[in-house]
């Protein structure tokens, strides 16, 4: 799945590179930014989950979907930042509502590390973690329905709405490849990251019957990470 | 619940009232942050150094939001250190009262810091007068408040848990706030405008009001989970 997408993704770009080069960026740029906004609300969707069901399945789903989706935020930041050089002559531009807002939402989402790394309790670090995610969750459609509403009139920032529609069917399609493409990814990240955190939770078990419940789990230490 | 709340709301007002921790400090970092803006904003508004739209309302709202930012850090140590959780998880009644109480004394404290630190601006910085605006400027505030009141009950609850409260509060609360400011600082700018108060922009005050009522229905949902054990 994960080759598949990413295949599909790097090979049809490229058709249609007649835009100027760095207008490429934009297959890469734009669905990542769609994907990692959407990773942050479908965390805390998650995170309403778990203090719904207590099953820490749920929390560290929203866990991994948040991790992620910052990860990404990071490759939006520096790909739209190159972008920026190359079609507006700055890194970045303080007047552009969109660059603000998703800076901010950066910032805030880059908090919730911290926050679950400095409380000690798992039980109480997922209930405050999934709190502070559905805030946070909620925060991120308002943010950007408000710059929407705010700033309809004067915009250097292209609006992924108005582009698709307007733009020739080609570009389209490989832009909802490209979409498609970048959810698959993340998805796939996913899958992966929860089953690297399962079989580690899984050999540490194995690990401590083997050692007959001599030491405690206090050799694993204090991580930001939920524990299964 | 009203009971409830009323009951909390009392014992909030009388601590407040005994010790005079919060509202005495964020009165005093209000006034003393207009002195530093005079100092480090240097001779903008010629000899006098007076400021007006923009500007005026940006450090209105920075030393506003920092001032609060105190406020929400004191906001639950007192029940944290001495108990007053435990005594109130014992108690039969409903958690978000704790909220809802919490909340409001954070406006009442708010709106007392506000009741010196408007005037101070008016007094010490600011060119127009600050009558014209008065009750256009007072909705707005009442708006804002309401916003940083919310937010800053819920992250002050968030952090009282955690190790590094005092770094956790600023953290977790400037980027929430961010909606808050950017409306309250739009909306006061044309209030404070050289040639006569503007009119009120009628669309910033209603993201202020969109912001209010979305995060006081959060904050209401996921409260109970903050309180357990």
Known sequence: ?228 | MKGTVAALLRKELALELRTRESVPAMVMFAVTTYVIFHFSLGDIGGARAVLDGDLAAGVLWVTLLFASILGINRLFVADHEQGGFDGFLLAPVDRTSLLVAKAISLLAFLCLVELIAVPAFGLLLLGPSLWQALPELLLVLLAADIGIAVIGTLVAALAIQTRARDLMVPLLALPMLVPVVLGASRATAPLFAQGGAAALPGDWLSLLALYDLLFGLIAYAVFDFLLED
């Open chain 1, 1 to 228: 799945m994960l080759v598949a997408a990413f295949t599909l993704v790097l090979t049809y770009a490229p058709v249609d590179a007649d835009q100027g080069v760095i207008q490429k960026i934009f297959y890469v740029h734009v669905p990542m930014a769609i994907v990692a906004l959407v990773g942050f609300m479908a965390g805390g969707v998650m995170a309403l989950m778990y203090l719904r069901t207590r099953d820490r399945r749920w929390d560290m789903r929203s866990y991994v979907t948040i991790h992620l989706s910052i990860v990404l935020a990071v490759g939006v930041l520096i790909t739209g930042s190159i972008w920026a050089r190359a079609s507006w002559g700055h890194w970045f531009v303080w007047d552009e509502p969109m660059l603000v807002v998703f800076l901010i939402v950066f910032l805030l989402y880059a908090t919730y590390q911290p926050l679950r790394f400095s409380i000690e309790d798992p039980d109480k670090q997922a209930r405050y973690a999934s709190v502070f995610a559905i805030t946070a969750g909620a925060f991120v459609p308002l943010c950007f329905g408000a710059i929407r509403m705010a700033e309809a009139t004067t915009q250097t920032h292209p609006q992924t709405a108005t582009m698709t529609t307007s733009s020739p069917a080609s570009v389209s399609l490989v832009f909802l490849v490209s979409l498609i493409g970048m959810a698959l990814l993340f998805i796939t990240l996913c899958k992966y990251e929860m089953a690297s955190k399962n079989v580690t939770a899984n050999v540490r078990r194995l690990r401590r019957r083997l050692a007959g419940d001599d030491d405690q789990v206090s050799a694993t230490g204090r991580s930001a990470a939920p524990q299964l």
